[in-house]
């Protein structure tokens, strides 16, 4: 939500959708900036709304279009106003509050998630008790960061079959971070 603003990720074109309260109606729409901003004219005051961002454009007076984002990214995350982190619901919407004067930082986070690279180690004999085999180095690439080795987080979302992966000394479980 507090990184660097794009309106064109993987060159596809983001749209900010200002809604109804409910969040069922097209109120305005406009295509979000290059470097992430973007600003509704002549709303009306002591209003509430919902700010939708999504590659959708809405249409003025329609339902709300679908919250989509492009192919291979995902929200993170959504702030109304004081920058201070999350609206509690990652969807690409968020609600605003427009009493007398202007709304700022009405903020949405997206991003491309990293991807592991698939690792298959040659299977081994079971040595039993406590002993423990080295297995293959973990990696992966983030878009941003790019190589992830020594030092990144990783999480492993499938275990082998009657067996325990241990991290300094402690067993992984499937899907938690080390």
Same mark, same amino acid.
């Given at each position: 939500?507090?990184? %660097?603003?794009?309106?064109?990720? #993987?060159?596809?074109?983001? $749209?900010?959708?200002?809604?109804?309260?409910?969040?069922?109606?097209?109120?305005?729409?406009? #295509?979000?900036?290059?470097?992430?901003? $973007?600003?509704?004219?002549?709303?009306?005051?002591?209003?509430?709304?919902?700010?939708?961002?999504?590659?959708?454009?809405?249409?003025?007076?329609?339902?709300?279009?679908?919250?989509?984002?492009?192919?291979?990214?995902?929200? %993170?995350?959504?702030?109304?106003?004081?920058?201070?982190? #999350?609206?509690? %619901?990652?969807?690409?919407? %968020?609600?605003? #509050?427009?009493? @007398?004067?202007?709304?700022?930082?009405?903020?949405?986070?997206?991003?491309?998630?990293?991807?592991?690279?698939?690792?298959?180690?040659?299977?081994?004999?079971?040595?039993?008790?406590?002993?423990?085999?080295?297995?293959?180095?973990? @990696?992966?690439?983030?878009?941003?960061?790019?190589?992830?080795?020594?030092?990144?987080?990783?999480?492993?979302?499938?275990?082998?079959?009657?067996?325990?992966? $241990? $991290?300094?000394?402690?067993?992984?479980?499937?899907?938690?971070?080390?």
């Amino acid at each position: 939500v507090d990184g %660097t603003g794009i309106g064109l990720p #993987s060159g596809t074109q983001l $749209y900010a959708n200002l809604l109804n309260a409910a969040g069922t109606s097209v109120i305005a729409t406009i #295509s979000v900036n290059a470097d992430g901003t $973007y600003s509704f004219n002549n709303i009306t005051p002591n209003t509430n709304y919902t700010v939708q961002l999504s590659i959708n454009q809405g249409t003025v007076g329609a339902a709300t279009p679908v919250t989509a984002l492009p192919t291979n990214w995902v929200n %993170t995350g959504e702030d109304c106003c004081d920058n201070t982190g #999350s609206d509690g %619901t990652v969807n690409g919407l %968020t609600a605003v #509050s427009v009493v @007398s004067s202007n709304v700022t930082n009405v903020n949405f986070g997206i991003n491309r998630p990293p991807t592991g690279t698939d690792i298959t180690a040659t299977p081994q004999l079971n040595p039993g008790g406590v002993i423990q085999v080295q297995v293959p180095a973990l @990696s992966g690439n983030d878009p941003e960061d790019g190589v992830l080795g020594s030092g990144a987080t990783i999480r492993i979302d499938v275990l082998p079959t009657n067996a325990t992966i $241990y $991290y300094n000394g402690v067993a992984v479980a499937a899907g938690v971070p080390i």
